[in-house]
């Protein structure tokens, strides 16, 4: 089977996690991850993960099935970062959505559904690896049932949809305390969007992580 991946952003966290599948997966299939719509070919299965670019139909035409995995209970949650806006509602179990393409926004036939938990202490990375394991495991069952699925039809009339995220929804309020702000402070990516709070004038960079605590002899 040849297989394309499609992951926008050159410098996204799951772009390792792809890479590990794709050689774990090479002595069966042809496999090739890119990072633009231009270096896709043509073959049986177009994966579009944490993809923001516009794949037209003269491009998912090349392929048997073009296959969008989403991290939210679709049609709950169409739309940008849904993983992040579900931890800011205080969410702890995530149902993660493998679909077919569609030109509207997330809102093709689903193929397959899984769900994984956090407890509400961890921190981006943690929640990341949650998220991506779900996902390759989608892909596998892609993979493995290709020929078997009867995909399902989204209902529209109960569909919600989450909004674009920006470098400023990572602002902090220093005048509320760090209990208060805790989900948006984890949700932050240190690299790509860090959390920030802005005080007399100046703007300023806070990233966290965990460290071992020691027992007290």
């Known amino acids: 089977m040849k297989i394309d991946i499609l992951v926008s952003d050159p410098s996204h966290p799951i772009l390792s996690y792809l890479e590990n599948w794709r050689t774990t997966h090479d002595n069966d299939h042809r496999i090739k991850v890119v990072n633009r719509v231009d270096e896709l070919d ?3 299965i177009l994966f579009l993960v944490s993809c923001s670019e516009i794949v037209r139909e003269t491009t998912s035409a090349n392929y048997i099935k073009t296959l969008v ?4 209970d679709l049609p709950e949650g169409r739309g940008w970062s849904p993983l992040v806006w579900q931890v800011l509602e205080g969410r702890r179990t995530f149902t993660v959505t493998l679909l077919e393409a569609d030109d509207r926004v997330d ?12 407890r509400g202490h961890e921190l981006i990375d943690e ?12 892909m596998d069952f892609a993979v493995a ?14 569909a919600t949809y989450y909004s674009k995220r920006s470098p400023e929804d990572s602002q902090l309020d220093p005048n509320k305390s760090i209990s208060e702000q805790f989900n948006l402070l984890r949700v ?5 969007y860090p959390a920030f709070f802005e005080l007399n004038g100046f703007r300023y960079k806070i990233t966290i992580s965990k460290v071992p605590v020691r027992n007290a002899s």
């Open 69 to 72: 995995i989403h991290a939210s």
């Open 107 to 118: 809102a093709g036939p689903v193929w397959k559904k899984m769900r994984f938990e956090l």
């Open 127 to 138: 929640m990341n690896d949650r998220l991506f394991k779900t996902e390759l495991s989608l």
């Open 145 to 158: 049932n290709f020929n078997n699925v009867i995909p399902e039809s989204q209902d529209e009339k109960v």
């Open 42 to 44: 043509h073959g049986d």
């Open 188 to 192: 932050c990516d240190p690299e790509r």
